[in-house]
């Protein structure tokens, strides 16, 4: 039998923090390099956006899922892909989930840059924990690649 996959559901002051990060970025000022992601409801088709922090590692492109297996995440599985905005640009990805095995390096860089706001999340792993270590949570943090 499988494990329910892991999901950290939003607490009060995340959904505060998430609703300023989105309606700075939304009227252009970006916070540490945020962007509102768009992406169209599995079931609903309708546009649903969050805040996130995109981020380039070795030349790529990524978004990663601090607290799990989300709704943005299930959505852009369903999708394959959405839109990153800023104040009026909007920018159009296809999303390529990674393996776990790609893990690790995606997530140190994110640990590292973005700790202060997601670091709680994790559990004790932090940008100096090991291959071993982050390859054994992998699993509970979805990483995509954003492709043009």
Do not use: C
């Not at 916070?31 to 380039?56: C, I």
């Amino acid at each position: 039998m499988d494990a329910k996959p892991r999901y950290l559901a939003p607490k009060r002051a995340d959904e505060l923090f998430g609703t300023v990060v989105a309606r700075l970025t939304r009227t252009g000022l970006s916070v540490a390099g945020s962007r509102v992601l768009a992406v169209r409801g599995r079931t609903s088709g309708e546009w649903r956006t969050v805040p996130v922090n995109p981020m380039t590692v070795d030349g790529e492109r990524y978004l990663v899922a601090p607290r799990g297996h989300t709704q943005w995440v299930r959505n852009m599985r369903a999708a394959g892909g959405g839109e990153l905005r800023r104040g009026r640009r909007a920018e159009a990805f296809t999303a390529v989930e990674l393996p776990d095995a790609d893990k690790p390096p995606v997530l140190r860089e994110y640990l590292r840059r973005w700790a202060w706001e997601v670091g709680r999340f994790f559990d004790g792993i932090d940008a100096t924990s090991s291959d071993e270590e982050l390859l054994a949570v992998a699993p509970g943090f979805p990483v995509f690649r954003i492709a043009s």
